[in-house]
């Protein structure tokens, strides 16, 4: 199998820790090169510290955002003068040159990844997308009416490379792009080797100062959309009382506004959110999310069964995704078949005081 | 017999009877005006039922004064039918009538009514009746009949005064086999099926018999006992002559419809469901078919009405002192479902409510266990630290209702539903579900409203709100407070406080008191408005647009605080002294 040689792009801490533990079981006899790309900028600085680990042949550094700036919502034109400069692009992009691989395994559909495909589109080498939380549940990225590149010739000839899906619940997957869905290993907890690769990945320093009710923000704010997530932190700090609860901001937010109105104190820590999860004892931990992914993490990637509460019945406003009513079905696919014991959705505001204070509030 | 002033043996023609309870100022009126009568064969049976006011002496002066004439019986307290059947024992007579203790009769009543009955061999002749309105210092009289010949048919159907005693002279021998029974309303069980049973009736077109209306009788005000109407109805359908059927049906149904929509609308849910326990009749009844007005009562046939059934579930502890006898006051006739721990067998109640009681959480065992019983029979759950009052048979004619217990909270003291009601059984499958309410076992409370929150868009503000035409509503002062607004039916009464006193929690004072001052503040809005700018606004104010509250929800919303306002006694009493204030401003 040695003989096999793939290539993973990752684009953000979930991403990558994924590639790793994919690197450790699926792909652990391949010879891999891994892209990480500035899409989260906090990731360059992993690469020598990846490239130490041993467990990558190449660690490549890609300058992809500008990329996906430039061409992800780019009308015809534009879009074939970037496909007929794939190769120059990838030498503006690139740390290095890339190879030739048996397979390339990716997680978003962006500019970058289109180009790779356009780039390997006649050699043997099949494309496998693998999980990017539960957008790749969810989301048929390729439909024609979603974007002018799905439409574009060149745009679109990734469709072909897709073997299959991974993802690590395939029996939640409503996406309707009849791609295959194929099962990852769960990540476990109790992989002391992994833990140590990814402490020291990413430097982690175990959290001090947590609190028992984590909410974790979304980007809301920073896409513009009005909505209620502010009165729904106030509701469960109340409800918990202000010392026990704090308030994960998403670095995308321009502004702490939550801090800035006394909900929470700041939060300690900027270690990515899955490493937290794999290092800290949760047991009396309780995670309050309007619908982020990081809160199903636990689930999908660690099988925990931590203490989770999801707003989303609660929340008033614009939703980001267009596929809303699949996200909805999803959702409440993943409470039915998924959720375990400790998952709660609640649908009223009463509903969720009682159960904050069932988990330990005031 | 009687004897005469000189001492010659006559024959009695009427015995007058007259029961006497708590008269002491009405009773010298009444004995003197059969006193006065112009017939002298009579005597005057003085029935003292009971009473602790002067009564008892009055009866006994009279009796000394004439003892030829009265004679008094003492008797223990059994109310008004009873007495009258102690007199008519006593009776010796050869034609009997009842005098309400606290009415008149004119002094030709008994002579003339007597003539008419020996002319024409009557075994019944009746007169009209002059109503005195006391308190309105008017009278009107009511004829019995159109014509001085009586057709039975006819005047069953047609004719007035048909359920009153005192109205009427009746052979004794009639009295050989019918008896009043005990209840309210002797009356009507018993005359007008005698009636029927009475083909030789005559009528004296005079209106002899003067009857006091006040207010506050027995006959104008409402107790619990007042259902014992529809018994009364009963026995007039099932003791009449079968062959009056049709005549009986129409006049029970006349005076049905008048008190359900007039003088007894409290108790319509009770007359609708004897509506119905006779639903055949009264919609064959070839009477009704003719009359559009009574006929509407038939409408009542389809409206469902919450059966007066009380749920009491007490596990563990005793029905508290004060429960049983408060309910059997208000609600005579309404049955009690007394649950306790053994009344539903453990292993019959779901999987966590069987933990919830082996784990101590019996509160939510006894919620689920009311619930229950309400699905399966219909009622209404009445906890025992609650107290219903008479004004709860108005929320019967609902098919399901809750009350706030405060500005957000339901009570659970108080709440009732048709039985087999949807919506109960809604709430009974939560129980099966996998959610915070049964792993937390949180009070039923919590549970009714997230459910009427999300299915039926309850707001929870302590508002009286009807949801999606089926699930109403009531305020905190309705189900769980008495706020002396006369709206409570129903009011905790765990909490000991001195009487004269009330408990309230501090939030419904606050919401109260807010509603209070937002009301005022509306009112003065109002009357602050110029009639031009209030007529054309078709635009809802910012504060109003604000609140998302149209233009025509405000208008109502004034209109009906102003009416309050202009309707209550203070600002009818002030009326001359704001005309004095304009006055001295000009």
């Known amino acids: 199998m040695q003989s096999e040689r793939v290539l993973i792009v990752a684009n953000s801490v979930y991403q990558l820790l994924t590639a790793v533990h994919m690197k450790r079981t699926i792909l652990e006899n391949c010879c891999a090169d891994l892209i990480v790309t500035d899409v989260t900028p906090q990731l360059k600085e992993t690469v020598p510290r990846l490239q130490n680990t041993g467990l990558f042949a190449r660690v490549l550094f890609a300058a992809t955002l500008d990329l996906s700036r430039k061409y992800a919502g780019a009308k015809d034109p534009v879009l074939s003068e970037g496909f007929s400069n794939i190769d120059r692009i990838f030498r503006w992009a690139l740390s290095d040159e890339l190879g030739d691989y048996t397979g390339v395994y990716f997680a978003n559909f962006d500019p970058f990844v289109r180009m790779l495909a356009c780039r390997f589109y006649d050699r043997p080498c099949p494309f496998y997308w693998y999980e990017d939380g539960f957008s790749s549940y969810v989301i048929d990225y390729l439909r024609e009416d979603r974007a002018p590149i799905n439409r574009h010739t060149e745009g679109q000839k990734i469709r072909d490379k897709v073997e299959s899906v991974l993802l690590y619940a395939p029996r939640l997957a409503m996406r309707g792009d009849r791609l295959p869905n194929r099962a990852l290993p769960k990540i476990c907890r109790e992989d002391e080797k992994l833990k140590e690769i990814l402490n020291y990945v990413f430097a982690y320093k175990r959290l001090e100062g947590g609190a028992d009710f984590i909410f974790l923000e979304q980007s809301f704010r920073a896409e513009g959309l009005k909505n209620n997530d502010i009165d729904l932190m106030r509701e469960c700090q109340r409800t918990v009382g202000a010392g026990r609860f704090i308030v994960k901001p998403h670095p995308r937010n321009p502004e702490n506004v939550p801090m800035q109105l006394g909900l929470t104190r700041r939060y300690p820590h900027d270690a990515p959110w899955e490493l937290f999860l794999l290092n800290e004892d949760l047991s009396d931990t309780t995670v309050i999310t309007v619908c982020s992914n990081g809160a199903l993490t636990s689930r999908l990637v660690f099988g925990m069964d931590m203490n989770t509460v999801m707003l989303y019945r609660l929340f008033q406003g614009r939703v980001l995704w267009k596929e809303d009513e699949i996200l909805q079905r999803y959702l409440h696919k993943f409470y039915m078949q998924f959720a375990g014991e400790n998952y709660y959705v609640p649908k009223t505001v009463y509903e969720l005081r009682s159960i904050l204070k069932y988990l330990g509030g005031m | 017999m009687y004897k005469s002033n000189n001492d010659r043996v006559e024959k009695i023609k009427v015995s007058v009877i007259i029961p006497v309870y708590q008269v002491e100022n009405y009773l010298e009126r009444a004995v003197d005006s059969v006193l006065a009568q112009t017939l002298e064969e009579k005597e005057i049976i003085l029935v003292d039922d009971g009473s602790e006011d002067a009564s008892p002496q009055i009866c006994d002066r009279y009796a000394q004064e004439h003892p030829e004439l009265i004679h008094v019986i003492h008797k223990p307290n059994e109310g008004l039918g009873m007495a009258r059947n102690t007199g008519l024992d006593a009776a010796r007579g050869e034609y009997v009538a009842f005098l309400d203790s606290d009415d008149t009769v004119e002094p030709e009543m008994y002579a003339a009514m007597y003539e008419k009955a020996i002319a024409e061999d009557d075994d019944i002749v009746m007169c009209d009746v002059r109503i005195l309105y006391v308190e309105e210092n008017r009278s009107s009289v009511v004829s019995s009949?159109?014509?001085?010949?009586?057709?039975?048919?006819?005047?069953?159907?047609?004719?007035?005064?048909?359920?009153?005693?005192?109205?009427?002279?009746?052979?004794?021998?009639?009295?050989?086999?019918?008896?009043?029974?005990?209840?309210?309303?002797?009356?009507?069980?018993?005359?007008?099926?005698?009636?029927?049973?009475?083909?030789?009736?005559?009528?004296?077109?005079?209106?002899?018999?003067?009857?006091?209306?006040?207010?506050?009788?027995?006959?104008?005000?409402?107790?619990?006992?007042?259902?014992?109407?529809?018994?009364?109805?009963?026995?007039?359908?099932?003791?009449?002559?079968?062959?009056?059927?049709?005549?009986?049906?129409?006049?029970?149904?006349?005076?049905?419809?008048?008190?359900?929509?007039?003088?007894?609308?409290?108790?319509?849910?009770?007359?609708?469901?004897?509506?119905?326990?006779?639903?055949?009749?009264?919609?064959?009844?070839?009477?009704?078919?003719?009359?559009?007005?009574?006929?509407?009562?038939?409408?009542?046939?389809?409206?469902?009405?919450?059966?007066?059934?009380?749920?009491?579930?007490?596990?563990?502890?005793?029905?508290?002192?004060?429960?049983?006898?408060?309910?059997?006051?208000?609600?005579?006739?309404?049955?009690?479902?007394?649950?306790?721990?053994?009344?539903?067998?453990?292993?019959?109640?779901?999987?966590?409510?069987?933990?919830?009681?082996?784990?101590?959480?019996?509160?939510?065992?006894?919620?689920?266990?009311?619930?229950?019983?309400?699905?399966?029979?219909?009622?209404?759950?009445?906890?025992?630290?609650?107290?219903?009052?008479?004004?709860?048979?108005?929320?019967?004619?609902?098919?399901?209702?809750?009350?706030?217990?405060?500005?957000?909270?339901?009570?659970?003291?108080?709440?009732?539903?048709?039985?087999?009601?949807?919506?109960?059984?809604?709430?009974?499958?939560?129980?099966?579900?996998?959610?915070?309410?049964?792993?937390?076992?949180?009070?039923?409370?919590?549970?009714?409203?997230?459910?009427?929150?999300?299915?039926?868009?309850?707001?929870?503000?302590?508002?009286?709100?009807?949801?999606?035409?089926?699930?109403?509503?009531?305020?905190?002062?309705?189900?769980?407070?008495?706020?002396?607004?006369?709206?409570?039916?129903?009011?905790?009464?765990?909490?000991?406080?001195?009487?004269?006193?009330?408990?309230?929690?501090?939030?419904?004072?606050?919401?109260?008191?807010?509603?209070?001052?937002?009301?005022?503040?509306?009112?003065?809005?109002?009357?602050?408005?110029?009639?031009?700018?209030?007529?054309?606004?078709?635009?809802?104010?910012?504060?109003?647009?604000?609140?998302?509250?149209?233009?025509?929800?405000?208008?109502?919303?004034?209109?009906?605080?102003?009416?309050?306002?202009?309707?209550?006694?203070?600002?009818?009493?002030?009326?001359?002294?704001?005309?004095?204030?304009?006055?001295?401003?000009?």
Not at chain 2, 228 to 245: C, G, H, N, V, W
């Open chain 2, 145 to 586: 009949y159109t014509r001085e010949e009586v057709d039975l048919s006819d005047y069953i159907a047609n004719g007035n005064n048909i359920t009153y005693s005192v109205n009427k002279i009746y052979r004794r021998s009639l009295w050989e086999e019918n008896r009043y029974e005990k209840m309210l309303f002797e009356d009507i069980a018993l005359i007008p099926a005698l009636i029927t049973r009475t083909p030789r009736i005559g009528y004296v077109r005079k209106a002899f018999y003067n009857y006091y209306r006040r207010a506050n009788t027995i006959s104008t005000s409402a107790v619990g006992g007042m259902v014992d109407i529809l018994q009364a109805f009963r026995s007039f359908m099932e003791t009449s002559d079968p062959k009056y059927r049709e005549e009986v049906v129409y006049c029970i149904a006349k005076q049905l419809y008048w008190n359900m929509t007039q003088s007894r609308v409290l108790f319509q849910a009770d007359f609708i469901e004897f509506l119905k326990e006779y639903k055949g009749y009264f919609l064959l009844n070839s009477y009704l078919a003719k009359d559009r007005t009574v006929q509407r009562l038939l409408d009542f046939l389809d409206k469902e009405v919450i059966p007066e059934r009380f749920i009491c579930v007490h596990f563990g502890r005793p029905i508290p002192e004060g429960y049983l006898e408060e309910l059997r006051e208000d609600f005579p006739g309404a049955q009690l479902i007394d649950a306790d721990e053994h009344s539903y067998p453990t292993e019959q109640l779901p999987e966590n409510v069987q933990k919830a009681l082996s784990e101590g959480h019996t509160t939510y065992a006894e919620e689920y266990v009311a619930l229950r019983i309400l699905f399966e029979q219909g009622g209404i759950v009445l906890a025992p630290e609650y107290r219903a009052n008479l004004n709860l048979k108005r929320l019967r004619l609902g098919r399901i209702f809750f009350g706030f217990e405060d500005d957000e909270a339901l009570t659970t003291g108080c709440y009732g539903a048709l039985q087999g009601h949807y919506v109960i059984q809604a709430l009974l499958d939560t129980y099966g579900e996998d959610t915070i309410f049964n792993k937390a076992f949180l009070p039923l409370q919590d549970r009714i409203r997230d459910f009427l929150i999300l299915h039926f868009q309850l707001k929870a503000n302590g508002r009286k709100q009807l949801l999606k035409k089926e699930v109403q509503i009531y305020l905190p002062s309705v189900l769980a407070y008495d706020m002396q607004d006369g709206e409570n039916c129903c009011r905790r009464a765990d909490i000991p406080v001195p009487e004269g006193f009330a408990a309230v929690s501090e939030r419904v004072l606050k919401m109260w008191s807010d509603r209070v001052l937002e009301n005022w503040n509306l009112y003065k809005q109002e009357k602050s408005t110029k009639p031009s700018s209030r007529g054309n606004a078709s635009t809802p104010t910012p504060a109003a647009a604000a609140a998302g509250v149209s233009r025509q929800e405000m208008d109502r919303r004034i209109r009906e605080v102003v009416e309050n306002y202009e309707n209550s006694t203070s600002w009818r009493i002030t009326r001359p002294l704001r005309a004095l204030g304009r006055l001295f401003k000009k």
